[in-house]
Nanobody, 115 residues
Framework: QVQLVESGGGLVQPGGTRRLSCAAS????????MGWYRQPPGKPRELVAV???????NYADSVKGRFTISRDNAKNTVDLQMNTLKPEDTAVYYC?????????WGQGTHVTVSS
């Protein structure tokens, strides 16, 4: 089993940057594909970025070129670097760890982009 704890959320001005981090406890972190999802107010949860066990990344079109996902298997962490933030990036951001058989969610961290 994997426990995930996100951190780094907060209030950011439009055009600003923020780095989210997700710390995983448990074993075999490197075996999990890791993802960041977000849920804007009043909207369903959506994929932001994914990084596979081999380091292949994929991004939602809305964040391509602005966000970067990375993982450190030695530290059991996955980060999301967010640049050029927009008000529409306001959401609760969730970390997700999954294999073909199981998936685990973090509790989420709030990011508000506003002046």
């Amino acid at each position: 089993q994997v426990q995930l704890v996100e951190s780094g959320g907060g209030l950011v001005q439009p055009g600003g940057t923020r780095r989210l981090s997700c710390a995983a406890s448990g074993t075999f972190f490197s075996f999990y594909t890791m993802g960041w999802y977000r849920q804007p107010p009043g909207k369903p949860r959506e994929l932001v970025a994914v990084i596979t066990t081999s380091g292949v990344t994929n991004y939602a079109d809305s964040v391509k070129g602005r966000f970067t996902i990375s993982r450190d298997n030695a530290k059991n962490t996955v980060d999301l670097q967010m640049n050029t933030l927009k008000p529409e990036d306001t959401a609760v951001y969730y970390c997700y760890a999954y294999t073909e058989k199981v998936g685990y969610w973090g509790q989420g961290t709030h990011v508000t982009v506003s002046s």
